[in-house]
């Protein structure tokens, strides 16, 4: 983040306050000519300024046509071998670390310091390109009187999504927490623009992003076009939009929470960075990525990006599916919890197909045991059945050990239910076989008396 702060802090610095560059020597600088720029490299580089050349005219077509201007061609793309090079032509740049490129208007010249970019992305030495030449574009529709913030901002908005704007939103997260905005009126100085690059970049870009969503880019245009011949940014803005400066400053702030909490992955120009919400998803964030993708459909349908909607649309409907998923585990859960082991089974084999068809493989593990206890439980629960049954029958040895093993099982599983009708169980069986022995007693007891009474009949009989 630091590194593209001071990239485009300097560009600026060399494009408006610096004085004219030194003359550049033309010894060792070699030329690769495009349909609208000339490259200039040095022997050993010629590979690099191929790569350039692959894509610097399309991206020329890209910013000639949102702002429907073109500039004079060739556009010179320097590309400086080393950064000591670089300082050799360009002495301020010393002051600062981390310096990328920088574009200069009067010289209709973007300069790339190639050292600076072996550690971005193809995206990101793109965005270099995009952002510079936004710069030169801009300098000419307004006369080069549009001031740094709006130049700032605008540039920044052109880029394509990338891992620096997840950066800029965190910076500018810390800026609202800690209540540190910069007043618009001081963002017009650049001296107070560059002395705090943390946070106006980030706040540039949001300004610009507020005025693109509620006014349109087209408005945006209109408002370079009026800077070239309006005496400040202030007459420009109300001249342009109808309101005051101070009004669009108090609707921003209004509108920064929501930017914020996620508008900022919508753009009007470039294509909508459905990354994030994709990134909810496979963590199985569901709900979250709904609440998203709803805001985001609906931004979508104004626009002109109906594959991104489509492709939003569809992870919506992933996102019901996942939650479907979801709730089937959570039911399958909550009967686990109640013990009702094969209302589970049910759950469970739901749930495990709701995830297998959105490819969610996360909850394997959880579906798994879940399914592993609900199988016990039943299993348990046959072993209960079955007691009842000897115990209908009077084989009480039998249900006993059905009934110890189901127990086992139960106690196990947390299944307080079964293991109560367990013990109600045990007490019928201890009663009846109570009542049994009683009854055993009495048999016992009557046959005594039986036998008793036979021998003293027999014997009165022997007496006659």
């Not at 030329?31 to 609208?36: C, P, Q, V, Y």
């Not at 050292?115 to 510079?132: A, F, L, M, S």
């Not at 620096?164 to 107070?192: F, G, H, P, Y």
Request: charged share 25%; with cysteine.
């Amino acid at each position: 983040m630091k590194r593209l702060l001071v990239l485009v802090c300097t560009m600026l610095m060399v494009l408006i306050a610096a004085p004219p560059t030194l003359a550049q020597s033309t010894d060792d600088w070699r030329e690769l000519r495009t349909d609208n720029f000339a490259i200039l490299y040095v022997e050993g580089h010629q590979p690099v300024a191929e790569y350039y050349a692959d894509f610097v005219d399309s991206i020329y077509d890209e910013i000639t046509a949102i702002f429907d201007h073109s500039v004079d061609t060739p556009i010179t793309l320097r590309l400086y071998p080393t950064l000591e090079r670089y300082y050799e032509i360009n002495p301020a740049a010393r002051n600062f670390t981390g310096v990328v490129a920088h574009a200069d208007f009067r010289r209709n010249e973007v300069v790339v310091v190639l050292p600076q970019t072996e550690q971005q992305t193809p995206d990101e030495i793109q965005n270099n390109i995009r952002h510079e030449l936004s710069h030169i574009v801009m300098s000419d529709i307004s006369d080069d009187r549009l001031n740094v913030l709006f130049h700032e901002g605008i540039a920044q908005y052109l880029e394509l999504p990338s891992r620096e704007l997840e950066a800029k939103i965190r910076l500018l997260q810390t800026t609202v927490d800690t209540d540190n905005l910069v007043r618009w009126s001081d963002l017009d100085d650049r001296d107070t623009f560059y002395t705090n690059a943390q946070i106006t970049y980030p706040q540039s870009l949001s300004i610009v992003a507020f005025l693109v969503e509620q006014y349109s880019f087209d408005k945006i245009r209109e408002f370079i076009t009026i800077t070239a011949r309006s005496s400040g940014y202030r007459s420009s803005l109300e001249r342009t939009f109808g309101v005051s400066s101070d009004s669009l400053e108090q609707e921003w702030r209004a509108w920064l929470p929501e930017y914020l909490a996620g508008g900022y992955r919508r753009n009007a120009l470039t294509v909508y960075d459905l990354s994030p919400i994709e990134a909810m998803l496979e963590q199985g964030r569901y709900t979250e990525a709904q609440q998203d993708l709803e805001q985001t459909i609906e931004w979508l349908s104004n626009t002109d990006q109906t594959d991104v909607l489509e492709q939003a649309q569809a992870l919506m409907e992933r996102s019901t599916q996942g939650q479907n998923a979801t709730q089937l585990a959570e039911e399958a859960r909550t009967k686990l919890e109640s013990a009702d082991f094969t209302g589970a089974i049910g759950f469970i084999q739901q749930a495990q197909n709701a995830y297998t068809a959105i490819g969610d493989t996360q909850q394997d593990e959880v579906l798994t045991e879940y399914a592993e206890r609900a199988e016990r439980g039943v299993a348990a629960e046959t072993r209960l059945r079955n007691a009842t049954t000897l115990v209908q029958t009077w084989r009480y040895p039998q249900a006993r050990a059905e009934i110890d093993r189901a127990a086992a099982e139960f106690a196990a599983l947390g299944a307080t239910s079964q293991l109560n009708q367990i013990r109600e169980l045990r007490a019928t069986i201890d009663e009846r076989q109570s009542l049994m022995g009683v009854f055993l007693l009495l048999v016992g007891a009557v046959g005594l008396v039986g036998s008793v009474w036979r021998r003293l009949t027999v014997r009165e009989a022997e007496a006659w």
